[in-house]
């Protein structure tokens, strides 16, 4: 099977979609001629041109809210914030118009769309551009919400994310266009509602999403040097949450941390601690741990902004809490 | 305009424009007392004396494939796009058949098979989407325009800016038109406007500007028109400023302090219904019985909305989560 990066895994997804359905075009700043600020569309615009690979200036109020129009009158687009730090100047055109326009017209006006982009902390940035954002948009009805964390799983939710008759709210990452894994060359769809499970495992349930995963995964390898077997759950999609998974998993190993790069308060990774407390309470036998980002706006120091978000050793130390090691 | 000129429109063409703000009138006036009675709730804006703007404008569009998207004074609208007072009624009294299941209420009406997308409830926030849907009839290849409304407390919002750029940038089949009835809510246009003119705010974009004179159906039809016309053939936007004035308040709640009952005596003597209803009879193509009859049609229509939504059921409790996601 071929390995490819993230970044390829995610154009291939837009380059099929493109070819297979006229009505999806994509547009944002510096798509088109520059091939994108992450180079996501590189060469898109050459091969379908100013009409469907669309520059626009910036404003992310405007460019976003005419892609909801668009897709109000039955086109297919596709926005690239070039951040979601820049998404939060079209959050009301996402929030009051796409989230809602199916509800409030009484299920007559569909919003096809998909608004993608990296999210979370890079390297270096300082605040204004190291912000996970995930909460907010998982906050709001009308929305999904997915942020795969393989090759594989980009391209085939961001297939689906395109086909999908809803807003999809698709978080990437800077650090992540890089990562590379086995991606099949044949079309394949996954599914927009369902968590996988990353590695198998009896002793705890590791729960997370998008690039902290590959934390989670050396703290499993550490953990495992002590003899203690890890279940990684990867949710995938962040709205709706599936549930189901990780019950199943906490069910089983009784113990959970999750790990979330959010800010803790009213986070992703707060609301499925919540859920695993609640709904499987007779099952735990420690409480559950949350490893999140802390408190603080991102500073730009490296050893501080390394401090701030999750780590393995972090990782390693809420798992050993919630076994009494 | 004279009413010598009124012959150069078939006789049937008026009386639908007559009728149309007639029946907005009194639709809004019924919506008023039911609104005092509470079977209306939450926000409810009235457009009694903007009427000449919705219907003139609308008067221009083909609804069969023609896009109109408005405010969250949206009821005036929604009757010239043709929708039925029934299910207008029934929406603001929250019924399941109302236009829009119960969900909207005042502010979200929607009925997309007559061209009517709503509705909107922040201020501005239509404008960018409106612009999109003109993007769908040049991707399309398709002959098409959108006529987007919004009110003077709008055009101040940086999407408006945002979306004109585009419109012209893009060469978008749009009409933007800036119902200016002098107050964004309690607040005279004057005093947060760094320009009397509204209509040169094009001007950054070399987006043509044009004031019209809101209160004569057929000046807006007129401008509308052309504008419409320069938007289908050649892909130019235009931005209308229609002077315009509400004679209730900003909404239900609002007393309207902060105007003076001389200023909204001298716009009652501009009324839209009664320039048109004059020119009419002027030209001997109106009788006052015929008016008379006409307004008692459009008083029962209103009557008859009344009826329909208070005997019209509830949504069920089970409709909470329809159509959250498609």
Redesign the interface.
């Known amino acids: 099977m071929p390995i490819i990066t993230y970044r390829e895994a995610i154009r291939q997804a837009i380059d099929e979609e493109m070819q297979r359905d006229e009505?999806v075009?994509i547009l944002g700043e510096e798509v088109a001629q520059y091939d994108g600020a992450y180079k996501v569309t590189q060469g898109l615009w050459k091969k379908y041109g100013s009409?469907r690979v669309i520059d626009?200036?910036i404003?992310e109020?405007?460019?976003?809210?005419?892609?909801?129009?668009?897709?109000?009158?039955?086109?297919r687009p596709i926005v690239e914030w070039m951040t979601f730090n820049f998404s939060l100047l079209a959050l009301?055109?996402v929030v009051?118009?796409a989230a809602k326009?199916?509800?409030?017209?009484?299920?007559?006006?569909?919003v096809?769309i998909v608004f993608r982009g990296p999210n979370g902390p890079a390297e270096f940035l300082s605040s204004q551009h190291s912000q996970a954002f995930q909460s907010y948009y998982a906050h709001i009805?009308?929305l999904?919400v997915v942020a795969p964390s393989t090759p594989y799983d980009a391209k085939g939710m961001l297939k689906s994310a395109i086909r999908d008759?809803?807003p999809v709210v698709f978080l990437e990452a800077e650090l992540m266009y890089a990562w590379q894994g086995e991606v099949p060359e044949g079309e394949y769809l996954l599914p927009l509602n369902k968590a996988d499970i990353k590695r198998q495992g009896k002793d705890i349930t590791l729960i997370t999403y998008s690039k902290p995963i590959k934390v989670v995964q050396e703290a499993a390898r550490q953990l495992e040097k002590e003899g203690i077997s890890s279940e990684i759950i990867d949710l995938r999609s962040l709205r709706p949450i599936d549930e189901e998974t990780l019950y199943a998993s906490v069910r089983k190993t009784n113990r959970c941390v999750v790990c979330d790069e959010s800010w803790p308060v009213a986070s992703v990774g707060s609301h499925v601690a919540w859920l695993i407390s609640k709904n499987c309470f007779d099952d735990l036998d420690a409480p559950v741990e949350l490893v999140c980002s802390e408190d603080v706006p991102m500073p730009y120091n490296h050893t501080l902004e390394l401090a701030v978000q999750p780590s393995v050793e972090k990782v390693v130390a809420a798992a050993r809490k919630v076994l009494y090691l | 305009m004279k009413s010598s000129s009124l012959s150069s429109y078939p006789i049937d063409f008026l009386k639908k424009l007559l009728k149309d703000m007639l029946l907005i009138r009194r639709f809004e006036e019924k919506c008023g007392q039911m609104y005092g009675l509470q079977k209306i709730g939450g926000f409810c804006h009235l457009y009694i004396g903007q009427e000449a703007v919705a219907v003139g404008s609308i008067a221009a569009l083909d609804l069969n494939r023609d896009y109109c998207l408005t405010a969250y004074r949206d009821h005036g609208h929604a009757l010239a796009c043709g929708l039925c007072p029934n299910g207008l009624m029934a929406e603001l009294f929250g019924k399941a058949t109302g236009c829009s299941r119960g969900k909207g209420g005042s502010m979200h009406m929607f009925d997309i098979t007559k061209g009517m997308y709503g509705g909107n409830g922040i201020v501005g926030a239509q404008i960018p989407i409106a612009t999109g849907m003109a993007m769908r009839f040049r991707y399309k290849k398709e002959k098409g325009v959108v006529l987007c409304f919004f009110g003077d407390g709008a055009i101040h919002q940086g999407v408006f800016h945002e979306s004109l750029n585009l419109a012209k940038l893009w060469k978008l089949p749009i009409v933007y038109i800036c119902e200016n009835n002098q107050y964004g809510m309690g607040t005279d246009f004057h005093r947060v406007s760094a320009v009397e003119d509204l209509s040169i705010k094009g001007a950054a974009y070399n987006i043509p500007g044009k004031q019209v004179n809101g209160m004569d159906v057929l000046e807006v039809y007129e401008e509308v028109l052309s504008a419409v016309n320069q938007a289908k053939e050649e892909g130019i936007p235009t931005l209308i400023e229609a002077k315009t004035y509400r004679y209730k308040g900003h909404s239900m709640s609002d007393p309207g302090k902060y105007r003076s009952k001389e200023e909204l005596e001298s716009y009652k003597q501009q009324d839209p219904i009664l320039i048109l209803k004059n020119q009419m009879v002027d030209a001997k193509i109106l009788t006052e019985e015929e008016y008379q009859s006409y307004d008692e049609e459009c008083k029962n229509i209103s009557n008859e909305s009344v009826r329909f939504a208070e005997q019209s059921p509830e949504p069920s409790l089970s409709s909470l989560y329809e159509d959250v996601l498609a």
């Open positions: 009505s075009f009409e626009t200036p404003v109020a405007g460019f976003t809210g005419i892609a909801i129009g668009a897709a109000m009158a039955g086109l009301d055109q009051n118009n326009m199916l509800y409030m017209s009484g299920g007559q006006i569909k096809p009805p009308g999904k008759d809803n």
